[in-house]
């Protein structure tokens, strides 16, 4: 419960970089991007252990913060246009006049 407070804690602060850096760049068009939590994760898994054992706490909150600066790299680009699906008209085959329109 703990590693995934500390998850959510870095996808939130690297979150916030990310829409900064987005801000500041000039692009006609917006693109959403988010944070990839299953990344964010497996990198927690590696560096985490790494900045424990570290003694020294200024070495480690720098650690801490090369590791938020890295998930802010980790983004996707989610689609938002998506296709209508229509419902398709279902047949019955035993009574021709039930597939015409109308009568």
């Known amino acids: 419960m703990l590693a995934y407070n500390i998850a959510t804690d870095i996808e939130n602060t ?3 970089i990310l ?3 987005q801000k500041s760049m000039k692009e ?14 497996g990198i927690i898994k590696e560096d985490l252990i790494e900045i424990a054992i570290i003694k020294d706490e200024k070495l480690q909150i720098k650690a801490l913060k090369n590791l938020i600066n890295e998930t ?3 983004y ?11 419902k398709k008209r279902v047949y019955s ?3 021709r006049s039930n597939n015409r329109r109308s009568f």
């Open 72 to 74: 802010a790299r980790l």
């Open 76 to 86: 996707t680009q989610p689609s938002t246009k998506k296709p209508i699906r229509t």
């Open 14 to 16: 690297a979150q916030k």
């Open 19 to 21: 829409d900064e850096k």
């Open 28 to 41: 006609t068009r917006e693109i959403n991007k988010k944070i990839n939590k299953n990344m964010i994760i």
């Open 93 to 95: 085959a035993k009574n």
